[in-house]
């Protein structure tokens, strides 16, 4: 079996971009696998401070050993994480036809490449199934005995997919500023969590530039489904204010799994059980925090009435 390449994205947090490589070469199959690095650079008007990091984020990446080949690639200019993610990723999976990828706030599990790799491997041709997440939240999972689930929901934090799914999805913004007009269809995509269509509103407004929710919705469009562990490989150490996009929380919590014999059904089907606690885990932390983030972003009213009805 060809090992997938790993893509991995920084941007300024040296400390947290350490941790999530010396994580990830302590994989099982790290030796064996070719790692691409994307590094953002600052934004035009960035403060000295911030320059600092990038440029240290940058030293620390071009000393990385301990996979098969390492490939550095430092943005001239600032992509922001969205464009950065689209474009190495499709840069990637178009000459692989699959990737793994990670954010620099991931701790990963030494088990973590190998189950990525088996995942990819088992369905890769499975129509149904969109991709493979490598982290699962702290939700109820008692009396379910399967060692993974899945679920009408992506996940950014270490995914993996093929190319043949990555090729079908619409990036073009006007194809979101339209999407969730429909009640019917905005409730239908809430299925898996109060803020997908809080998120895409947002989007097509023009509020946020993020490619986790397009993917997600065109996912959603086409009735396809996630692989996600029942217990996680993955654990974000990002939720400490320290990034771009992340706020300050402990909700997502876990403990990586160090298990490296999971077992897989090619033919796994929904959980009701499951889906209902997935769904309650995404949907309290949105309700609470929602008002709070959409008067910093300055879309309080417009937020108010989406999430009223």
Wanted: glycine letters at 4%.
């Amino acid at each position: 079996m060809d090992l997938a390449p790993v893509v991995l994205f920084v941007y300024n947090r040296p400390d947290h971009t350490k941790k999530t490589v010396e994580a990830l070469k302590n994989n099982y199959e790290a030796e064996n696998t070719e790692l691409f690095i994307y590094a953002d650079n600052c934004r035009e008007n960035a403060a000295y401070k911030n320059k600092c990091k990038v440029e240290e984020v940058r030293k620390y990446i071009r000393t990385i050993k301990g996979f098969k080949e390492v490939h550095v690639i430092e943005a001239l200019k600032n992509k922001g994480l969205a464009n950065s993610v689209i474009s190495g990723v499709t840069e990637v999976i178009n000459k692989y036809g699959k990737v793994i990828v990670l954010e620099d706030d991931l701790i990963t599990s030494r088990s973590f490449i190998k189950y990525m790799n088996k995942a990819l491997e088992v369905y890769k041709d499975k129509a149904d199934i969109w991709s493979i997440s490598g982290y699962t939240p702290p939700i109820n999972l008692n009396g379910y005995d399967n060692d993974i689930y899945i679920t009408k929901r992506g996940c950014s934090w270490g995914w993996a997919t093929w190319k043949d799914k990555w090729s079908t999805v619409n990036w073009s913004k006007d194809y979101y500023a339209q999407a969730v007009k429909n009640r019917n269809v905005r409730k239908a995509f809430n299925e898996t969590g109060y803020d997908m269509s809080y998120m895409l509103e947002l989007q097509g407004q023009g509020k946020i530039d993020s490619w986790a929710i397009r993917w997600c919705y065109n996912q959603f469009v086409q009735n396809k489904y996630t692989v996600y562990p029942a217990k996680s490989f993955v654990k974000n150490i990002g939720t400490d204010n320290s990034g771009t996009h992340s706020g300050n929380t402990k909700k997502y919590d876990v403990d990586i799994c160090l298990n490296d014999d999971i077992k897989m059904d090619d033919n796994i089907s929904e959980n009701k059980q499951v889906n209902e606690s997935f769904k309650k885990f995404y949907s309290p932390i949105f309700k609470i925090t929602v008002s709070r983030y959409a008067r910093k972003i300055g879309v309080y009213k417009s937020v108010k009435k989406l999430i009223s009805k």
